[in-house]
């Protein structure tokens, strides 16, 4: 059964670790996430982007998915159904009404009151609906611009006014993070993540995990993070090893043949990451 993020992620906060929240694409991915998490009983979160869901179908489908392979594959961990970077209320209802167990309404290019106005909508429908809501205070660096823009990390004040005004379960405040690949190496504001982390009872989100020195992953989660997510890591490895299959296969041409020659390296990626966010 799928659970709401509320419980691991309070669990992680009182542990001092971190959740993975990895993105899935295909039924593939979401199949080899699982059985990793299962093999490693770690609970994970399964993040699913906009275009992803409507890459598989839609909502629905996504749920069904995650559905028949937690019941096919005897899944026991506890898993939470995410959606990731939701951009309107009607994305966030769709979801929750469809089975979504969690959902992140991202109002943060809109100027804070605005945010605030938005994700407290998201919040009040959700949590009538026993499902989580995460929202995010400044802007993560974007997807291939490698580098975050210091100017929209976010403060203290602001995560502070934001949480009171809404009453959300989760934060990412952007603090150096960037969505994709870095350009150099990840510049996380720390000293800021412990003080935003100390001033709210609610658990921190890192975006962009992709690409962040270990030391630095666990120097975030000392910090207070306890939900790091993952995306891009996989993404890289998986082509990799597609490539190099490929490569020394060029007569194939049964798509599960060429799909499964990177399941070994998602597998992989997905242990380092439970072994890295120190849920054990």
């Known amino acids: 059964m799928l659970v709401n993020s509320k419980k691991m992620l309070l669990s992680a906060k009182a542990g001092h670790y971190a959740i993975p929240h990895i993105n899935i694409n295909n039924l593939e991915w979401a199949k080899y996430i699982l059985e990793t998490c299962e093999e490693q009983q770690s609970p994970v979160i399964l993040g699913v982007s906009e275009g992803a869901i409507h890459y598989m179908g839609g909502v629905n489908t996504v749920v069904g998915l995650v559905k028949g392979l937690m019941e096919d594959l005897e899944i026991t961990v506890d898993v939470c159904l995410h959606v990731d970077h939701a951009k309107s209320f009607d994305t966030c209802k769709k979801a929750i009404d469809a089975g979504f167990t969690s959902v992140m309404i991202d109002g943060s290019t809109y100027p804070l009151e605005q945010n605030i106005r938005l994700t407290k909508e998201v919040v009040e429908y959700a949590h009538s609906h026993d499902v989580t809501v995460e929202g995010e205070v400044g802007v993560v660096g974007e997807q291939g611009s490698g580098v975050a823009d210091k100017a929209k990390y976010a403060t203290v004040s602001d995560c502070l006014k934001f949480y009171q005004e809404t009453n959300v379960d989760m934060l990412a405040p952007a603090l150096g993070s960037v969505h994709g690949l870095y350009k150099g190496e990840a510049d996380l504001d720390f000293t800021r993540m412990q003080e935003i982390s100390e001033q709210l009872p609610i658990p921190l989100v890192l975006h962009g995990g992709t690409g962040i020195p270990d030391d630095k992953i666990k120097h975030a989660i000392a910090c207070g993070i306890n939900k790091i997510n993952v995306n891009t890591e996989l ?40 072994t890295l966010f120190e849920q054990k």
């Open 235 to 274: 993404q890289v490895e998986w082509h990799n090893a597609i490539v190099q299959y490929m490569d020394q296969n060029k007569s194939i041409y049964d798509p599960r043949k060429i799909i499964s020659s990177g399941e070994e390296a998602i597998k992989n990626s997905v242990r380092h990451i439970i």
